[in-house]
T-cell receptor, first 114, second 113 residues
Framework: GAVVSQHPSRVICKSGTSVKIECRSL??????MFWYRQFPKQSLMLMAT?????????EQGVEKDKFLINHASLTLSTLTVTSAHPEDSSFYICSASRGRNEQFFGPGTRLTVL | GQQVMQIPQYQHVQEGEDFTTYCNSSTTLSNIQWYKQRPGGHPVFLIQ?????EVKKQKRLTFQFGEAKKNSSLHITATQTTDVGTYFC?????????????FGKGTKLSVKP
């Protein structure tokens, strides 16, 4: 149990376009979902915490208008990178929590902005 | 702000040697978690420690939580090539009620067969 999927796994887009990444908890209802980005050989940087039906809580320095998060249900959260630029290229990983402290991570989405 | 520091950043060992990674927090933690990320993969939860001085074992892995609940360690006995990956410790963030975590930078373990 506790499987989290992420789609797409890879995306290449042109600068200025928007990209939507989906995160789904497949076999459990996630009370909270989290979005991270990870640069090569670096740690996970928490971007935002998302609760179903409410606005996401963004970490300091993360632009909420650029990284739009929608947590539509207890099993789905989406991250939209708006007007993407090359510096947004990164590995984006979501995780889901079902109430206990541990988080279950999705496989990640590698975004490349040309 | 709150920081979770982890050392070493890299560790290269010969198969069969032991390995230890250390984690230190700038603040007292209610709990600490450890994750493993294989190359090209995503983090996978290993364990959570809650009690002061707690020691937990998973086969060849031994996890320890310091008495002051500000540091932790992961020790692997007799490493195997399957242990390769990056090991992260993580503590609750400032808004810990939501379950958000602050991750250390990780220790990348490579094992030479």
């Amino acid at each position: 149990g506790a499987v989290v999927s992420q789609h797409p796994s890879r995306v290449i887009c042109k600068s200025g376009t928007s990209v939507k990444i989906e995160c789904r908890s497949l076999d459990f209802q996630a009370t909270t979902m989290f979005w991270y980005r990870q640069f090569p050989k670096q740690s996970l940087m928490l971007m935002a915490t998302s609760n179903e039906g409410s606005k996401a809580t963004y970490e300091q320095g993360v632009e909420k208008d650029k990284f739009l998060i929608n947590h539509a249900s207890l099993t789905l959260s989406t991250l939209t990178v708006t007007s993407a630029h090359p510096e947004d290229s990164s590995f984006y990983i979501c995780s889901a929590s079902r109430g206990r402290n541990e988080q279950f991570f999705g496989p990640g989405t590698r975004l490349t902005v040309l | 702000g709150q920081q979770v520091m982890q050392i070493p950043q890299y560790q290269h060992v010969q198969e069969g040697e032991d390995f230890t990674t250390y984690c230190n927090s700038s603040t007292t933690l209610s709990n600490i978690q450890w994750y493993k990320q294989r190359p090209g993969g995503h983090p996978v939860f290993l364990i959570q420690l809650v009690k002061s001085g707690e020691v937990k074992k998973q086969k060849r892995l031994t996890f320890q939580f310091g008495e002051a609940k500000k540091n932790s360690s992961l020790h692997i006995t007799a490493t195997q090539t399957t242990d390769v990956g990056t090991y992260f410790c993580a503590g609750p963030g400032y808004g810990g009620s939501q379950g958000n975590l602050i991750f250390g930078k990780g220790t990348k373990l490579s094992v030479k067969p």
